[in-house]
């Protein structure tokens, strides 16, 4: 059983930044998947942003939506991955949620909630115009 804690969310202006980090508790793994997706109010959960790595092989992934301001990484040690986000958009504002897959996905499946087998709890983030 994996367990995620979520952290970072808060209220930032418009241009502003803000860093999520992501906890998976547990051993260390080898070969492992974690992503962002994101829902604001009455609209679907969308993905954000993925990493998977297994062994030296590291791949990312990202929406349209958010790439050239968003990055996400990791630390292999803290099984822990950030998503730094930078030029906030009031349209940025949702309820974040990390999701974790043991074992490698292929970068077709980073993009799909079904995909992943753990989720948090969320973290709201809000930007304000």
């Known amino acids: 059983q994996v367990q995620l804690v979520e952290s970072g969310g808060g209220l930032v202006q418009a241009g502003g930044s803000l860093r999520l980090s992501c906890a998976a508790s547990?051993?260390?793994?080898?070969?492992?998947?974690m992503g962002w997706f994101r829902q604001a109010p009455g609209k679907e959960r969308e993905f954000v942003a993925a990493i998977t790595w297994s062994g030296g092989n590291t791949v990312h992934s990202y929406a349209d939506f958010v790439k050239g301001r968003f990055t996400i990484s990791r630390d292999s040690a803290k099984n822990t991955n950030y998503l730094q986000m930078n030029t906030l958009k009031p349209e940025d504002t949702a309820v974040y949620y990390c999701?974790?897959?043991?074992?490698?996905?292929?970068?077709?499946?980073?993009?799909?909630?079904?995909?992943?087998?753990?989720w948090g709890q969320g973290t709201q983030v809000t930007v304000s115009s």
């Open positions: 999701a974790a897959r043991v074992g490698y996905i292929t970068a077709q499946a980073m993009g799909v909630a079904i995909a992943y087998d753990y």
């Open positions: 547990g051993r260390t793994f080898s070969s492992f998947a």
